[in-house]
T-cell receptor, first 111, second 116 residues
Framework: GEKVEQHQSTLSVREGDSAVINCTYT??????FPWYKQEAGKSLHFVID?????DRKQSQRLTVLLDKKAKRFSLHITATQPEDSAIYFC??????????FGSGTRLLVSP | NAGVIQTPRHKVTGKGQEATLWCEPI?????VFWYRQTIVQGLEFLTY????????DSGMPKERFSAQMPNQSHSTLKIQSTQPQDSAVYLC??????????????FGSGTRLTVL
């Protein structure tokens, strides 16, 4: 079955710097790649997604890049702020209802 | 819209007791999912309902876990004879529609189950 890997368990940046969180997936049929954010003590909420018909999607300070050949996708956060500190989960779906999540990357933004 | 509502927020049971977790999905959402979150295993899919019908329970430990969705406004996850390894945060999520195309999941706040 699909496996999604997040290679960074923790990422520390200074406020104002950019952060990049990387993920890889195994199923070439995967076509939907959402990202979720989990702040301390809270549940997951959706932040951005990308579908396989495009290789880049931007929403304000967030950009998702998708490299289908390498089976890799990444979340780029520019001008980081302390409120960006959270665990970010990448996920992949080959359609249907199964969404497989990565293990999460804890982003720490220090002032 | 109150979002996905899960109750209770915390539940503590003794080993061997039963635990029932409740979920109220967002009104109008036809897809309901249960996930389990632990530090070691991360987010694990448990089960999925579409229009109240059970579609896939392949992630559920078969013997002690069961899930139901008796109506469109709530789903329950029941764990019989709870074991310490069942300790986790159980997350319910709903989605507007889930057909061929995957859609955004809206998660509840979760129920933290602690089995002593």
């Amino acid at each position: 079955g699909e496996k999604v890997e997040q290679h960074q368990s923790t990422l520390s940046v200074r406020e104002g710097d950019s952060a990049v969180i990387n993920c890889t997936y195994t199923d070439t049929a995967s076509s939907y790649f959402p990202w979720y954010k989990q702040e301390a003590g809270k549940s997951l909420h959706f932040v951005i997604d990308i579908r396989s018909n495009v290789d880049r999607k931007q929403s304000q300070r967030l950009t998702v890049l998708l490299d289908k050949k390498a089976k890799r996708f990444s979340l780029h956060i520019t001008a980081t702020q302390p409120e960006d500190s959270a665990i970010y989960f990448c996920a992949a779906s080959a359609g249907g209802y199964k969404v497989v999540f990565g293990s999460g990357t804890r982003l720490l933004v220090s002032p | 819209n109150a979002g996905v509502i899960q109750t209770p927020r915390h539940k503590v049971t003794g080993k061997g007791q039963e635990a029932t977790l409740w979920c109220e999905p967002i009104s109008g959402h036809s897809a309901v999912f249960w996930y389990r979150q632990t530090i070691v295993q991360g987010l694990e899919f448990l089960t999925y309902f579409r229009n109240q019908a059970p579609i896939d329970d392949s992630g559920m430990p078969k013997e002690r876990f069961s899930a139901q969705m008796p109506n469109q406004s709530h789903s329950t996850l029941k764990i019989q004879s709870t074991q310490p390894q069942d300790s986790a945060v159980y997350l319910c999520a709903s989605s507007l529609e889930w057909g061929v195309r995957a859609e955004t999941l809206y998660f509840g706040s979760g129920t933290r189950l602690t089995v002593l």
